[in-house]
């Protein structure tokens, strides 16, 4: 049986509460990533930014604002005032069945894999269409 430490990935980009939007903003676009844990000094979990948890926090273009004016409010917002510490979270011993019901269930996009209280990975919608395409491939030959 599967597990979820069969499939998550290990080396998770992460930013501390301190760290500001504009730290997150840069981290997703050159990581091409749309999740975030937050972790303290010690690697411990304490929350989770989103892609979407950005763009609720970015002014419209609409409003006309430049873009240098954008990233210069974005790094006067900490973290911590929009990561999300409500994150539903799994082990690295959960079936690979239990954390995609729960990413199905729930429309989450991310389970962060914790250990304790340390985080030792991150599951994602892409994993399993990655594990999927990999089946689809065995099956074919």
């Known amino acids: 049986m599967l597990i979820v430490k069969d499939l998550m990935t290990r080396?998770?980009?992460?930013?501390?509460?301190?760290?500001?939007?504009a730290a997150a903003r840069d981290l997703m676009k050159l990581a091409r990533i749309r999740h975030i844990p937050i972790v303290d000094n010690n690697d411990n979990f304490i929350g989770l930014?989103?892609?979407?948890?950005?763009?609720s926090a970015t002014i419209s273009r609409l409003a006309g604002i430049a873009p240098e004016i954008q990233e210069e409010l974005d790094a006067t917002i900490?973290?911590?005032?929009?990561?999300?510490?409500?994150?539903?979270?799994t082990t690295p011993e959960t079936t690979l069945k239990d954390a995609a019901s729960v990413l199905l269930k729930h429309k989450y996009g991310c389970l962060?894999?914790?250990?304790?209280?340390?985080?030792?990975?991150?599951?994602?919608e892409a994993d399993?269409?990655?594990?999927?395409?990999?089946l689809m491939e065995a099956l074919e030959q």
């Not at 930013?15 to 500001?20: A, E, H, P, S, T």
């Not at 930014?49 to 763009?55: K, S, V």
């Not at 900490?78 to 979270?89: A, G, K, Q």
């Open 11 to 21: 080396d998770v980009f992460s930013l501390k509460k301190d760290d500001n939007l």
């Open 112 to 124: 962060p894999v914790i250990d304790g209280t340390k985080l030792v990975g991150i599951l994602t």
């Open 49 to 55: 930014i989103t892609h979407r948890d950005i763009l």
């Open 78 to 89: 900490p973290i911590s005032e929009i990561m999300r510490t409500d994150v539903t979270t």
């Open 128 to 134: 399993f269409l990655s594990l999927t395409i990999s």
